[in-house]
């Protein structure tokens, strides 16, 4: 079906309304795939005892590699990892990604 119909009770409009609200997000999309990380950023994941500042553009991975960092220092620990945010969107996001 490609929406292109008439009805008195179903536009096109509202056809593409659903469409839009019902189409599953990217990050949906791409949750449960294998991430093939960069080389800078295959560095960056190895969990070591040490405090490091990583910076970078909107859209890089700099959450992507702070959730596969956090699962891997909790591998090489045994022990719980604390993650600060300033903001409960970005915890419920690192949150999905650590899942």
Do not use: C, W
Request: aromatic share 10%; net charge positive; proline share 1%.
């Amino acid at each position: 079906m490609d929406g292109n119909f008439t009805s008195i009770y179903f536009s096109n409009d509202l056809y593409h309304s659903f469409k839009r609200y019902l189409k599953p997000t990217l990050h949906l999309l791409e949750d449960g795939h294998k991430i093939n990380y960069s080389q800078k950023q295959r560095e960056l994941i190895v969990s070591e005892a040490r405090m490091q500042r990583v910076k970078g553009v909107v859209g890089s991975g700099k959450t992507t590699v702070l959730a596969e960092r956090a699962v891997n220092a909790h591998l090489r620990t045994g022990r719980r990892v604390l993650i600060l945010t300033f903001n409960i969107t970005l915890k419920n996001y690192i949150h999905d990604k650590i899942r």
